[in-house]
């Protein structure tokens, strides 16, 4: 169709994705026709296929961008994703707001309510939605167990072995019985003849120490091939990478087959990994969950090290949505004739029916995750009369799940409630004037996350005060996320940090972020980025992983970029597009995230 003209936008949940599905479409349209928008990548904007993150297409359709006119469809890859707690209103805003003509192409693994969700579209849209289901598997899937005791085994063996009494406790005595935890280079022996494998576990740690494991173990022969794609792949990079205890153990480990890949190591690194991968080259690849949903690359074999993961609380079962994204790797169209699972069980923590029904089918519906930000609110009342609004209010798929078919005619209160409380505020604060945007509001219209907070620095007077580097401390600690056993054991006091201190302690309402308690931790970052130095510097100075670290400072880039679009003073600019030079000189020489 797009050789007629028609415009077709690709979206993905995360940039690896998007910058996979960007190669595969150039080799299979032309690099011409193809192009890609995704937070720090631009190339050909104006191709007729676009492939871009989803939330760069919810901003265009919510800040009405011109460019969106002319899209006749747009593809929206894993909108499952509209079931995610933190993300999910991106799918659902994206939706609503896409102009009338544009069709919309939903695709996921997983939606047991797609029925419900097509009604949904069906009714805000007004034309016809089909669902179209694929219930087997082109691929079909083997799920297997492995015990430590049993080897490779099925649900049903496995339940008989533990529900025979322990003879010991039969015969009254005490004993304690140790379990046997199961082995992942035992694992990997006995279904040698069903690899490539991808072995998923929930720590970054563990990958790469399973990975060394099976490398000592030496069950594969060296490959010279492996060897020299990656020296060749790292000596145009900066030579201080080979220093890194990833790209070590990497260095070790890959000549035989074995790979390891997660969101702490650094882009190129990751960048090798799914080359080698995708050669065929690989054998086993040790990984995180986030391959699974981030990458299209398929195995012959999805082992799980456990069906235990820690959620940022507490260890709890995957659910049947996280253990289907990841179990769906297994088995490669056109290659393989069956998939293989293989799920690594610890007695002690194996709960049989619980896990029967996880890995029968998944049955969580997806669920609307709808919430009213401040930007979609300030995009509302520039863009739409009061009228529009209250109708937009109510074509929530929120509103949907809660009133059923009737849900256009009732108002839907929550979302009105919480758009009258966001207006409130918002006019208290300057942002809203007799119902139209004054310039501050302008400003925050064009910011997609601490939308209040940009607007009292940056569309304020408060930044006429900073310098560039005050500037760069302040940004970095909007985009931080602290998390408890981050270190930092170089800090860089100054007399710049100090003034800034006093600056933000001075405004009543800057006086109260708590983001801003990370200032002297920061500087650990942003000084040597704004002196000059590279990531190697950084690194001496934090606890935190190097891809960690180049993703947080991509961030930093892309949030001066943001600040830098909605700005209308010219100064401001010059001095956002330095610093953002400065932090993409520290990171230029690391790949892509």
């Known amino acids: 169709d797009f050789r007629k003209g028609i415009r077709v936008i690709y979206t993905a949940p995360i940039k690896a994705l998007s910058n996979q599905k960007y190669k595969e479409f150039s080799r299979s349209y032309g690099e ?24 760069i297409y919810r901003n265009m359709v919510m800040s009405n961008d011109p460019f969106i006119s002319d899209i006749s469809y747009v593809i929206f890859d894993e909108i499952h994703y509209i079931n995610d707690i ?57 799920v297997n167990f492995y015990d430590a005791e049993l080897g ?32 992942h280079i035992e694992l990997i022996k006995e279904i040698k003849n069903n690899l490539p ?42 030579p201080d990478i080979n220093k890194l205890e990833s790209t070590k153990i990497m260095r070790q480990t890959l000549p035989y087959g074995i790979g390891f890949h997660h969101a702490g190591i650094l882009p190129i690194l990751k960048e090798i990994v799914e080359d080698l991968f995708e ?98 609110v300030l995009n509302l009342i520039k863009h739409h009369n009061e009228k529009e609004i209250d109708e937009i209010l109510s074509k929530s798929f929120h509103s949907y799940q809660r009133y059923g078919k009737n849900f256009l005619k009732i108002e839907n209160v929550v979302s009105h409630n919480a758009f009258y409380n966001h207006r409130r505020k918002l006019e208290k604060m300057g942002y809203i004037k007799n119902n139209r945007l004054t310039e501050k509001g302008e400003f925050s219209s064009n910011i997609y996350s601490d939308e209040i907070l940009a607007g009292e620095i940056f569309a304020s007077g408060f930044y006429r005060q900073l310098n560039e580097y005050q500037m760069l ?73 190097e891809g960690d670290v180049i993703r947080f400072l991509r961030q930093v880039i892309d949030r001066l970029g943001q600040i830098k679009s909605a700005t209308p003073d010219m100064s401001l600019r010059d001095m956002l597009d330095n610093c953002q030079k400065l932090v993409n000189d520290c990171v230029k020489d690391f790949g892509i995230v």
């Open 32 to 55: 011409e026709n193809v192009g890609i928008l995704t937070g720090d990548v631009q190339k050909n904007p104006d191709a007729l296929i676009l492939v871009m993150t989803t939330e």
């Open 473 to 545: 401390m302040i940004v970095a600690c909007l985009c931080y996320e602290a998390r408890e056993r981050t270190e930092f054991y170089k800090k860089y006091p100054s007399h710049f940090v100090e003034q800034l201190k006093k600056m933000l302690w001075k405004d009543d309402f800057l006086n109260r972020e708590k983001r801003f308690n990370e200032l002297d931790d920061l500087t650990a970052i942003v000084h040597p980025c704004y002196h000059g130095m590279d990531l190697f510097k950084i690194l001496e100075s934090t606890s935190l992983l």
């Open 279 to 376: 050669k065929g080259l690989i054998k086993v690849l040790y990984t995180t969950e986030t391959f699974a949903v981030g990458i299209n690359m398929p195995a012959k074999s999805v082992c799980f090290e456990s069906m235990r993961k820690f959620d940022g609380v507490s260890f709890r079962l995957m659910n049947s949505k996280e253990y289907f994204q990841i179990a769906g790797r297994a088995g490669r169209r056109g290659i393989d004739t069956e998939g293989f699972v293989y799920i690594m069980v610890e007695r002690r923590f194996f709960e049989h029916d619980k896990i029967k029904r996880l890995v029968h089918s998944d049955t969580i519906p997806i669920k609307s995750q709808f919430r009213l930000s401040v930007n979609t």
């Open 197 to 238: 494998c991808l072995f998923f576990s929930f720590s970054r740690q563990k990958c790469q120490k399973n990975a060394m494991e099976l490398a000592k173990a030496q069950l594969f022969r060296p490959n010279p091939e492996i060897s020299s794609f990656v020296r060749e792949k790292l000596s145009s990079s900066n």
């Open 86 to 142: 933190e993300r999910g209103y991106v799918w659902e805003e994206s939706i609503i707001f896409s102009k009338p003509k544009t069709r919309v192409l939903c695709l996921s693994a997983t939606i047991p309510n797609a029925q419900e969700f097509a009604s949904w579209i069906e009714a805000i849209k007004e034309h016809e939605v089909v669902v179209v289901r694929h219930d087997k598997r082109p691929v079909p899937l083997h």
């Open 152 to 183: 490779v085994t099925d649900l049903k063996n496995l339940k008989q072995h533990m529900d025979i009494p322990d003879y010991d406790k039969v015969m009254g005595r005490r004993i304690r019985h140790k379990a046997k935890i199961p082995s």
